[in-house]
C-alpha cells in the first residue's frame, strides 16, 4: 500500500508537473495552459500526492445530476498497480452519486474499468478535434 493524500482542488497546481504526469502515464498529451483551462473548467477533480510530490489525477465533466464523463486518469508508472488508479475512479464517482458514467478507456485498459463495474458502450459516438489521431491508436473506427 501506498501512503498517498487526496486532494480536489486546483489551488496551488503545477500545471508543468500534471502535464508531465500526464505525459508519463502515456496519455495523449496537451499543453499546461490548456490542463489548466481544462482542470479548472471541470465539475471535480482529484489529485493524488505522496507527500508533495504529484502522482495521480483525475477529472470529470457533470451536470451534477444526470450525466458524468471522467477524462485524464493517470498514474505515474511506478504507482500502478497498487488500486489508486480505482481510488481516483471513486472518487470521482463519489463526487456526482446518482449519475451514469461515460469514459473512453485507453486501449487495453478496457478491463481495468470493467472491474470497476463499467460496461462497453454499443453505441457510444464522438466527433474529435483530431479523429486521425484516435484511429491511430485503436480508439476509433
Ligand atoms: C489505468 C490506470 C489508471 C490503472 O490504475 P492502477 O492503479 O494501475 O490500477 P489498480 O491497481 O487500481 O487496479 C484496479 C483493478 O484493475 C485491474 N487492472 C489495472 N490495470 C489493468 C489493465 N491494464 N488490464 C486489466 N486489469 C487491470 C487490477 O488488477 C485491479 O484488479 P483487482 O481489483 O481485481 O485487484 C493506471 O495503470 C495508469 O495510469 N495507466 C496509464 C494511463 C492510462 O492508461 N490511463 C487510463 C486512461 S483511460
Not at 451536470?63 to 458524468?68: E, F, R
Not at 458502450?121 to 478535434?129: A, N
Amino acid at each position: 500500500m501506498i501512503e498517498h493524500r487526496i486532494s480536489h482542488s486546483c489551488e496551488g497546481m503545477d500545471w508543468n508537473a500534471l502535464t508531465e504526469l500526464i505525459r508519463t502515464a502515456g496519455l495523449a498529451c496537451q499543453t499546461p495552459q490548456i490542463y489548466q483551462k481544462a482542470f479548472h473548467n471541470s465539475y471535480a477533480v482529484v489529485f493524488l500526492w505522496e507527500k508533495e510530490k504529484l502522482i495521480g489525477c483525475g477529472r470529470a465533466l457533470s451536470d451534477g445530476t444526470v450525466q458524468t464523463a471522467i477524462y485524464d486518469i493517470a498514474l505515474l508508472p511506478e504507482y500502478q498497480g497498487f488500486g489508486l488508479g480505482r481510488t481516483i475512479v471513486e472518487e470521482l464517482i463519489r463526487q456526482t452519486p446518482g449519475c451514469n458514467f461515460i469514459l473512453y478507456a485507453a486501449p487495453r485498459k478496457e478491463s481495468f474499468y470493467q472491474k470497476l463495474g463499467f460496461s462497453r458502450l454499443k453505441t457510444g459516438m464522438g466527433l474529435f478535434v483530431n479523429p486521425d489521431n484516435l484511429r491511430h491508436r485503436g480508439m476509433l473506427e
